[in-house]
């Protein structure tokens, strides 16, 4: 998982505040994919974004939770006015190629996460 | 709905023994499964898969087995080591599905004493 970089690594909102995360994928990689883990549950899937492009958003909440992947810059997964419900490790994951074509099993690269904190 | 159910939490073993982890799922959809290895504060790392047309899969020190009717995978590890403790996350993909869409289990924290 070498060369995903997240950051924050630890964030704490207060309810009803806005967290910003953000991604910079390995090199030469221009897939993104945001995952979740809730405590005491396995990662889910939220969003698949290319540059500036929203791909697959069947994972994330209907409100407040939005993901961007601009042409320069890191990927954000922005979540307004969070809620306890939100304490969360949030794991980016980045790949050399769209998931259309199945190449193997290590051809997405996590990320170290980003562990946010409602208080 | 848990469709992917890894029962046990944690599990400890000596290091030389024998580790095995097992997944149950429940989706006959199911055609390619993964483990993942997750260091504390660390993102996942791919470990090894199968196909749900194979019942083994084997990588060094690590072997999968799937059975297909009964909808069960293990991950034995031999000889465990002190370094592979962690928790393993098995993961399954839906046949046709999306590669990134993997529905994962909760996890068991493996813990190998020296």
């Known amino acids: 998982n070498a060369g995903v970089m997240q950051n924050p690594r630890h964030l704490v909102r207060r309810r009803g505040q806005e967290a910003r995360l953000r991604c910079s994928p390995m090199?030469?990689?221009?897939?993104v994919y945001w995952y979740r883990q809730l405590p005491e549950e396995g990662l889910k899937f939220m969003v698949y974004?290319?540059?500036?492009?929203?791909?697959?958003e069947s994972g994330m909440p209907k409100e407040r939770f939005s993901a961007e992947f601009p042409k320069e810059g890191p990927s954000i997964l922005r979540i307004q006015q969070v809620v306890r419900g939100d304490s969360a490790a949030y794991f980016c994951?980045?790949?050399?190629?769209?998931?259309?074509?199945?190449?193997?099993?290590?051809?997405?690269?996590f990320g170290e996460g980003s562990w946010l904190t409602v208080v | 709905d848990q469709q992917v159910k890894q029962n046990s939490p944690s599990l400890s073993v000596q290091e030389g023994r024998i580790s095995i982890l097992n997944c149950d799922y429940t989706n006959s959809m199911f055609d390619y499964f993964l483990w993942y290895k997750k260091y504390p504060a660390e993102g996942p790392t791919f470990l090894i898969s199968?196909?749900?047309?194979?019942d083994k899969n084997e990588d060094g020190r690590f072997t999968v087995f799937l059975n297909k009717s009964a909808k069960h995978l293990s991950l034995h590890i031999v000889p465990s080591q002190p370094g592979d403790s962690a928790v393993y996350f098995c993961a399954a993909r839906t046949s046709g599905g999306s590669n990134y869409k993997l529905t994962f289990g909760k996890g068991t924290l493996l813990t190998v004493n020296p």
């Open positions: 199968i196909s749900s047309i194979k």
């Open positions: 090199k030469g990689h221009s897939h």
């Open positions: 994951a980045s790949s050399p190629r769209g998931q259309g074509v199945f190449v193997g099993g290590n051809t997405i690269y």
């Open positions: 974004l290319q540059k500036e492009n929203i791909i697959d």
